[in-house]
């Protein structure tokens, strides 16, 4: 096979979201899906749903030898998330610019993050940082049949 049709590293023009439980319990859904609104994506598939704690554990398993591992884990299974599938030219670049800095004291104003984040660690919004991880996260919450 030609290295270039590794279906595993093309671009899909798709990325994966969450407004994170901080967000949500702060009554952020509508004005951050405004926000992605207006950034020019379109909503793929979209729901209201909690992580457990075995899912936050799967989810954020690149982080486990992370010293705030336990904290994210905890944070993200305490309450209900929103969780998307969002498509547009280059989703994954995009959308971690919308999204801005981990750390929203380093966030562009515009940012999602720079309005609505509290902290590094409640930072209101993920975004998938590669086409491969967009993927599996998606694939993680949504069914074929729920991607429209
Ligand atoms: P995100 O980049 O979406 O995915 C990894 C998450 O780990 C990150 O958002 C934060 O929620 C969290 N995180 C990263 N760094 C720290 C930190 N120093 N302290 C607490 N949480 C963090």
Redesign the pocket.
């Known amino acids: 096979m030609h290295p270039n049709l590794d279906i595993t590293k093309m671009a899909t023009n798709r990325t994966f979201t969450?407004i994170?439980p901080d967000a949500v319990e702060a009554g952020h859904i509508g004005g951050i899906l405004n926000m992605i609104n207006e950034g020019g994506f379109r909503i793929v598939s979209l729901k209201l749903t909690q992580l457990t704690v075995a899912d936050a554990k799967a989810f954020?398993a690149v982080?486990a030898e992370?010293?705030?591992y336990g904290?994210?884990v905890e944070?993200?299974s305490r309450g209900p998330i929103v969780a998307a599938i969002l498509e547009k030219d280059n989703a994954v670049e995009d959308f971690r610019k919308l999204?801005g800095a981990?750390?929203p004291a380093d966030a562009a104003e515009g940012t999602i993050r720079k309005r609505y984040a509290k902290?590094?660690?409640?930072?209101a919004?993920?975004?998938s940082?590669s086409d491969e991880n967009a993927a599996i996260e998606g694939a993680f919450h949504f069914a074929g049949r729920e991607e429209f």
């Open positions: 969450m994170k954020y982080h992370r010293p705030f904290e994210l944070f993200m999204i981990t750390n902290s590094i660690g409640e930072n919004v993920h975004g940082d």
